[in-house]
């Protein structure tokens, strides 16, 4: 049972470049959700998908877009990469909607030149 | 204002020691929390849910006082092992849309 996994774990891009960081779960979860991290402002949600089928944008979904591929399958995608965009990025799921744990892969650092 | 707010430390005790965070929240409409521990460079793990008046789990400690929102926590008998960021979490509404607090960052020492 791997939990979350998210691909790469590091990535260097280019401005202009796109991208796009892959996440799974195996816990038959049905949310799931893309994380941003940087220094001083915490963890922000970027976009979450309640459940397969649906999405929604959370605090700071400018500059990407998201695809639920299945029950499985979260990906993030940044189309044309921006400076801004420097950030550690974690994928988390959880069971449902409603005031549940959530479970957070182990993140992929990305850094935009 | 930040929705969660969090002293950012770092807190520097020794082993053995008491150690109690506090955390604030602006949003009235904030059902439950969380407290997750995260390790340098690594993802956010959950620590403790904090539904009503608190909850206890070994040597840690939440409470919720919705009067004065602010959640904390306390650890007893600190471990080497409990050095990490503590982050302090709000649940709002449906679809799980946590609120993270910037964490604080605990620090123990021989």
């Known amino acids: 049972n791997a939990g979350v996994t998210q691909t790469p774990k590091f990535q260097v891009l280019k401005t202009g470049q796109s991208m796009t960081l892959q996440c799974a779960q195996d816990m038959n979860h049905n949310s799931m959700y893309w994380y941003r991290q940087d220094p001083g402002m915490g963890l922000r949600l970027i976009y979450y998908?309640?459940?397969?089928?649906?999405?929604d944008k959370g605090e700071v979904p400018n500059g990407y877009n998201v695809s639920r591929l299945n029950k499985r399958e979260f990906s993030l995608r940044l189309e044309s990469a921006a400076p801004s965009q420097t950030s550690v990025y974690f994928c988390a799921s959880s069971e449902s909607g409603d005031y549940t744990e959530q479970f957070f892969g182990p993140g992929t650092r990305l850094t935009v030149l | 204002r930040k929705e969660v707010e969090q002293d950012p430390g770092p807190f520097n005790v020794p082993e053995g020691a008491t150690v109690a965070f506090n955390c604030t929240y602006s949003?009235?409409?904030?059902?439950?929390f969380f407290w997750y521990r995260q390790d340098c460079r690594k993802e956010p793990k959950l620590l403790m849910s904090v539904y009503s008046s608190g909850n206890e789990d070994g040597r840690f400690t939440a409470q919720l006082n919705r009067a004065s929102q602010y959640i904390s926590l306390l650890i007893r008998d600190s471990k080497l092992s409990d050095s990490a960021t503590y982050l302090c979490v709000g649940v709002t509404g449906t679809a799980s849309k946590l609120t993270f607090g910037t964490g604080t960052r605990l620090q123990v020492t021989l």
């Open positions: 949003n009235s409409a904030s059902q439950s």
């Open positions: 998908s309640a459940s397969e089928g649906t999405t």
